[in-house]
């Protein structure tokens, strides 16, 4: 049973719009969330986190929105850049620290 | 400062043929984990160190082994390679406590026909 979901393998956004990528999780001891991107051919890279005693965490153009009730977390960039485009994973542990479980990871692309 | 390094980047390999991946990292970093991306699926933790001697299974060990004789280095061993081991191992390190932070070498491609 897949604990982490990112159910949309893809995602195509316009230059200088919003990008908002989902994920949901299952398990409910689940407290820190992470967001990693990964370009092609490289390792993922730490982008953004959140713990469940927020609900929002802003970082410049990357905001991360957690809805614990929901089990459900986004990701939003905004303006989205060609920069951007890139593999993202939501990923999710059960405290700080701890070992993390992976989303499939969601392919953005932002074009010009 | 290198960060994390991992030889070879590519690798093919016959059934039966056994490897070892290397990785290394220069940050003094307690924890190492290697994990294993396969096509449209995110990183599944093979195995993981949180220190020099000391190693644990992650969700997907079999047909893996680790050891950690010195905090630099990692090495992952396949004894005796499979299809399905095709795939993209990374390696990782990071500080105890601070695990959100993990940095990931840039993955060896491995290929086993």
């Known amino acids: 049973d897949q604990q982490v979901k990112q159910n949309s393998p893809s995602l195509s956004v316009q230059e200088g719009r919003i990008s908002i990528l989902n994920c949901d999780y299952t398990n409910s001891m689940f407290d820190y969330f992470l967001w990693y991107k990964k370009y092609p051919a490289e390792g993922p890279t730490f982008l953004i986190s959140i713990s469940s005693i927020k609900d929002k965490n802003e970082d410049g153009r990357f905001t991360v929105f957690l809805n614990k009730s929901a089990k459900h977390l986004s990701l939003h960039i905004v303006p989205s850049q060609p920069g951007d485009s890139a593999v993202y994973f939501c990923a999710a542990s059960e405290r700080v620290g701890s070992k993390s479980t992976f989303g499939d990871g969601t392919t953005l692309t932002v074009k010009p | 400062n290198a960060g994390v390094t991992q030889t070879p980047k590519f690798q093919v390999l016959k059934t039966g043929q056994s490897m070892t991946l290397q990785c290394a990292q220069d940050m003094n970093h307690e924890y190492m984990s290697w994990y294993r991306q396969d096509p449209g699926m995110g990183l599944r933790l093979i195995h993981y160190s949180v220190g020099a001697g000391i190693t644990d299974q992650g969700e997907v060990p079999n047909g893996y082994n680790v050891s950690r004789s010195t905090t630099e280095d990692f090495p992952l061993r396949l004894l005796s390679a499979a299809p399905s081991q095709t795939s993209v191992y990374f390696c990782?390190?990071?500080?105890?406590?601070?695990?959100?932070?993990?940095?990931f070498g840039p993955g060896t491609r491995l290929l086993v026909l």
């Open positions: 990782a390190s990071g500080r105890l406590g601070n695990l959100e932070t993990q940095y």
